[in-house]
């Protein structure tokens, strides 16, 4: 692509640029239009979950439930908070993107070379780039030398690009490759100078491009908060309808329409199911604390949901699976090009002499990664770089036809020392290599090639007396070939082994060759499979394109569309996409899957805007912890949402027990609140804190379609809760049926429920394990809390303002000792029964 307006050669006037810069804008990516914080408010306020929260708070307020009432309206002003947050988070990526895309600028006005902010710079600039420079903006290069820009954050790939003078005939073209025209915005120049015309700025360069696709990605609402608000709204009409129905039949029945409306409110406080927002956002909170225990910091509690039912682990190569540094693998020797050196070899002379003239060909304060490469070589091997002393008499940069740079030093004792390094083609004609010498130097480059390494060839030579005025004829024998590679992280071949060991489908998608993305896959140990370029996703139709990615295991010179489209695929097919990503060409599909995972401590400021997760310390292998604890967080939450449900039945129906068989009230309003303040706090902390299930990492992933309640949990809950109701229910008909006065029958039954509601605790404590097994299983969480429910117990028993207001007989230890045993029978029958449901619960 062309600047669409002729250049001078004194570059833009001030006059001119103003104009441009007033029709086209800054160069910066634009503010999406926000919704003010009043339509947010409006906007949550008319969702059933956060209204039926604000109206159950009102109603303990009229109760005169102060806690109550003010924790739901906490808990709905916090909901208030995270949407607002939430909200927020697109505006930081942007943010984020344009303070990258920002950097100073040299740009040429009114024939003056001028340093302008990089937002100034507009379409027809001519602007000069220098090694370390950030590229400003989108240009076409007019003319380069020795120019190479780092286009990783765009294109993933760790090797530098090499970068060429345009003609008039150039279109445009997408980041990576060599010899293109073009350098794009945000790239870093790290060898070499250039100049060129800005052709594109803000939202129409290529990263612009990234940002208008993260402004157009919108999260789903989370599956539990469907679910929560479904069940919620269900119970909650059933509440309302049945306390309703209980007034109405008390007022009828007995004529005290008061004590009916007691008795109804009473049916509505068993049934409200207040505990189900507190646990969800409970276990977020403590879920998030346990993962940034594990070094992982958590931006999107909706990840840490959708982490047990991961099915595919999407992950990028240069940063996330490798170290994003180029370094030296291997050697070969001129003088044997089959034999392998590794850097390892410090004693074979023929290292020390390539790398010293590798060294001697490059900056001596490199920008390039393979420059650096050397240097780090040869730092271990104790060679430095030329000393002040000595003088570059000649340097010679990639030129188009030679892609090979020559410098020819002079150490003070006399001579000259010729280094290059550069294209093993080019390299080759240097040397001037007879035929057979450059078809065995080619062999040995496409062995180092096929294990996906980039590869340089070196050459040195002495000269004495005057130098030939063309590189080509100066005195140079090959050295060698080195091949270099961004190293794999240690830890990834283990992690990859436990992902596929727990049913997680690992994806490697990248921006690089497919030869070294093929090379990467076998180190790391991925599954064989077939691999599948950007360039042939963009030829195949929707549905084509959809069935390439399903059975695919690679992707190849990906751009951060294929990135993108390859997630919204596999979403597609139903299957819970986990990506991992550091660069900037991460950041669309790390927004976009269903759990984000960004590289904390390599990775741009952006990817990690717009990850849901961020790893801080760069361990691939924390992703399978991360997964171990997702999977975790889920399977506590169902055994705290079971427990909740269990819990429940025995509560209503004691509540209504008394009005269907005419005996004296057992549960007020009073009891219930009481009971409530213990089920708050046994299922929100004790099931949070549960150790995790033996084989959860031997299981494969839970269904993406599944739910939360399932339906073998829901009955397996009910099934406990009418055991439970049954045992006490008995217990306290007995009890009057036995003469017992009725202050007495309901202590001891509420005794009983007290000690059923521990029973329960231990019975969801594990889908699998026995009672015996759960109760030595540690949960410092378990025994404080049931120390100090037993406590409090105590209390309602013995002090006798309690026993006033609970309107509790006096107990005696053959009493305690009945509902005791009461507890016990409950606990051995629901443990007979409970192998029966333990497979389909586990699911």
């Known amino acids: 692509m062309m600047p669409r307006d002729p250049v001078p050669t004194a570059?833009?006037?001030?006059?001119?640029?103003?104009?441009?810069?007033?029709?086209?804008?800054?160069?910066?990516?634009?503010?999406?239009?926000?919704?003010?914080?009043?339509?947010?408010?409006l906007g949550i306020l008319a969702e059933p979950m956060f209204g039926l929260l604000v109206a159950s708070a009102l109603i303990y307020l009229v109760l005169g439930d102060l806690r109550e009432g003010l924790m739901l309206l906490a808990f709905a002003t916090a909901s208030v908070g995270i949407a607002a947050a939430q909200e927020s988070r697109s505006e930081r990526v942007l943010d984020t993107l344009r303070t990258l895309t920002s950097p100073r600028a040299q740009v040429l006005r009114d024939g003056a070379r001028v340093r302008i902010p990089g937002r100034e710079v507009v379409p027809g600039d001519i602007v000069f780039l220098e090694e370390g420079d950030r590229v400003p903006a989108d240009i076409h290069l007019l003319s380069t030398q020795d120019l190479e820009v780092d286009e990783s954050l765009l294109t993933g790939e760790s090797a530098p690009v090499r970068k060429r003078p345009g003609g008039p005939d150039d279109g445009a073209a997408a980041p990576g490759g060599d010899d293109l025209p073009l350098a794009f915005s945000g790239t870093l120049v790290v060898r070499g100078r250039g100049c060129g015309a800005t052709i594109a700025t803000g939202r129409h360069s290529e990263i612009g491009k990234i940002g208008l696709a993260l402004g157009g990605i919108h999260p789903e609402p989370t599956r539990l908060n469907q679910q929560t608000r479904r069940l919620v709204r269900g119970v909650a009409v059933a509440g309302l309808a049945v306390s309703v129905l209980v007034m109405v039949l008390y007022g009828l029945a007995r004529g005290s329409w008061l004590q009916g409306a007691l008795a109804g409110l009473a049916v509505t406080m068993s049934m409200i199911p207040e505990e189900f927002p507190l646990v969800l956002t409970v276990f977020m909170v403590m879920g998030a604390w346990r993962l940034s225990r594990a070094r992982v910091l958590t931006r999107r509690a909706a990840a840490i949901e959708a982490l047990g039912a991961a099915t595919v682990l999407c992950t990028d190569k240069t940063g996330t699976l490798t170290q994003n540094r180029m370094a030296i693998a291997e050697i070969r020797d001129a003088g044997d090009l089959t034999r392998r050196l590794t850097p390892g070899d410090t004693e074979a002379a023929a290292i020390r002499t390539l790398v010293w003239h590798g060294i001697l060909a490059s900056a001596p304060t490199p920008f390039d990664p393979m420059e650096r490469a050397f240097h780090d070589l040869g730092q271990r091997?104790?060679?430095?770089?030329?000393?002040?002393?000595?003088?570059?008499?000649?340097?010679?940069g990639l030129e188009p036809g030679l892609p090979a740079v020559t410098q020819v030093w002079q150490p003070p004792q006399g001579g000259a020392i010729v280094a290059a390094k550069g294209a093993p083609e080019a390299v080759a004609a240097l040397c001037r290599l007879d035929r057979q010498a450059h078809a065995a130097m080619l062999r040995a480059v496409d062995g180092l090639a096929g294990d996906g390494m980039r590869v340089l060839a070196v050459a040195g030579g002495e000269a004495q007396g005057p130098l030939p005025a063309d590189r080509r004829d100066y005195p140079c024998h090959l050295l060698g070939l080195v091949g270099f590679s961004d190293p794999l992280r240690a830890e990834v071949p283990a992690a990859v082994r436990d992902c596929l060991s727990a049913g997680v489908r690992v994806v490697m998608i990248t921006g690089d060759y497919p030869i070294t993305a093929r090379a990467i896959a076998v180190q790391a140990g991925l599954p064989d499979g077939p691999l599948v370029t950007g360039a042939e996703l963009d030829g195949l139709p929707p549905q084509e394109q959809a069935a390439r990615v399903r059975g695919a295991a690679l992707f190849a010179r990906t751009r951060p569309a294929h990135k993108l489209a390859i997630v919204k695929a596999l979403q597609a097919d139903g299957q819970i996409v986990a990506m991992t990503g550091d660069g900037v060409n991460d950041a669309p599909s790390l927004k976009a899957a269903d759990i984000g995972i960004a590289m904390g401590g390599r990775g741009t400021d952006v990817a990690r805007e717009a990850a849901s997760l961020v790893l801080l310390d760069d361990d691939f292998g924390s992703i399978v912890h991360t997964?171990?604890?997702g999977r975790r967080i889920y399977d506590n939450l169902r055994k705290a949402m079971g427990y909740i449900l269990a819990v429940h039945v025995p509560i209503a129906g004691l509540a209504l027990l008394p009005l269907a068989l005419d005996l004296p009230l057992l549960l007020t309003p009073v009891h219930i609140a009481f009971l409530e303040m213990v089920i708050d706090p046994v299922c929100s902390i004790v099931f949070e804190a549960e150790r995790s299930?033996?084989?959860?990492?031997?299981?494969?992933?839970?269904?993406?379609?599944?739910?939360?309640?399932?339906?073998?949990?829901?009955?397996?809950?009910?099934?406990?809760?009418?055991?439970?109701?049954?045992?006490?229910?008995?217990?306290?008909?007995?009890?009057?049926?036995?003469?017992?006065?009725?202050?007495?029958?309901?202590a001891l039954?509420?005794?009983?429920?007290?000690?059923?509601?521990?029973?329960?605790v231990l019975v969801n404590r594990s889908f699998a394990a026995s009672p015996?097994?759960?109760?030595?299983?540690?949960?410092?969480?378990?025994w404080t809390v049931l120390a100090v429910m037993g406590a409090v117990m105590a209390a309602t028993l013995a002090w006798p303002p309690a026993v006033a207001l609970f309107a509790f007989g006096p107990l005696h230890a053959d009493d305690l000792a009945v509902a005791f045993a009461a507890a016990v029978v409950m606990v051995l029958t629901l443990e007979v029964v409970k192998p029966l449901w333990a497979d389909h619960l586990r699911r």
């Open 11 to 41: 570059g833009l006037s001030a006059t001119e640029a103003a104009r441009r810069l007033v029709a086209e804008g800054y160069n910066e990516l634009p503010r999406p239009d926000r919704r003010p914080f009043l339509r947010i408010l």
């Open 381 to 396: 091997l104790g060679l430095h770089p030329p000393e002040p002393s000595w003088v570059l008499a000649r340097e010679h």
């Open 693 to 746: 299930e033996a084989d959860i990492m031997r299981r494969p992933p839970r269904p993406p379609g599944s739910t939360l309640f399932s339906r073998a949990l829901v009955l397996w809950s009910l099934a406990q809760g009418f055991v439970a109701f049954a045992v006490v229910a008995v217990l306290f008909m007995a009890a009057l049926n036995g003469g017992m006065p009725a202050d007495q029958a309901r």
């Open 772 to 782: 015996l097994t759960a109760l030595l299983r540690p949960n410092t969480a378990l």
């Open 627 to 629: 997964i171990r604890l």
């Open 749 to 760: 039954a509420f005794v009983a429920l007290m000690l059923v509601n521990f029973g329960l």
